[in-house]
């Protein structure tokens, strides 16, 4: 059974730009979350989707966004960005919406802002 | 509030248990403890969960007081692969996680 798989694994942008990051949960799960990791903030929710629809969402700015296809596929986009959204970007899934179980994660995608 | 505290850090020989506490004095009645850990670069991977009984999988066991306001995981065997960031959580919002500082557990032979 294949795992979380986020893509790109490793990127590097400049001031301003935007970047797209992706993220293909475990088959059959429908929740998606994402999660920002940073060494002076640790670990941070950011946003929760299940079935296309956003149901949690963290204490970040407007230019951090998501969504969730059909297919529970999700991406998130940042854009303006700045050299402090230098960060592990991680994602993870769960099969339901209300499920005490385990969340699983992907390996990230690391983001350097230049 | 859906904090927890945990020490920073602490030391494990190899092949003793390792006990890692966390307090949770604030939780309510049906909140469920869980605990993930992070190896260097990579993502964190669930290790268990529990609500009021302890529990034991093939990983490690989870030991919760009665009162509910803390809980301790046992990692019975602990080896150099163990060694990582320990975090013990509290869901938010009903479902999601919030994860705090965590406690690295350095593993040492």
């Known amino acids: 059974k294949a795992g979380v798989t986020q893509t790109p694994r490793y990127l590097i942008k400049t001031r301003g730009q935007q970047v797209t990051l992706s993220c293909s949960p475990i088959s059959g799960h429908r929740s998606v979350s994402w999660y920002q990791q940073t060494p002076g903030q640790g670990l941070q929710f950011l946003f929760e989707?299940?079935?296309?629809?956003?149901?949690n969402k963290g204490n970040f700015p407007g230019r951090f966004s998501g969504r969730q296809f059909s297919n529970s596929r999700s991406e998130m986009n940042v854009s303006t960005l700045e050299l402090g959204d230098s960060a592990l970007y991680l994602c993870?899934?769960?099969?339901?919406?209300?499920?005490?179980?385990?969340?699983?994660f992907g390996e990230g995608s690391r983001l350097t802002v230049l | 509030d859906a904090k927890t505290t945990q020490p920073p850090s602490m030391d494990c020989a190899e092949g003793r248990a390792a006990n890692l506490p966390c307090n949770h004095s604030?939780?309510?009645?049906?909140?469920?403890v869980y605990w993930y850990r992070q190896i260097h670069s990579q993502g964190p991977q669930y290790i268990i969960h529990?609500?009021?009984n302890n529990e034991t999988n093939e990983m490690a066991s989870l030991i919760i007081t009665e009162d509910r306001k803390s809980s301790t995981l046992i990692l019975p065997h602990a080896t150099l692969r163990d060694t990582a960031v320990y975090y013990c959580?509290?869901?938010?919002?009903?479902?999601?996680?919030?994860f705090g500082g965590g406690t690295r557990l350095m593993v040492k032979p």
């Open positions: 959580i509290r869901p938010w919002a009903g479902n999601m996680l919030t």
């Open positions: 604030t939780i309510s009645g049906n909140e469920y």
């Open positions: 989707y299940f079935s296309e629809t956003q149901r």
């Open positions: 993870a899934s769960r099969r339901g919406e209300l499920s005490t179980g385990e969340l699983f």
């Open positions: 529990g609500l009021k």
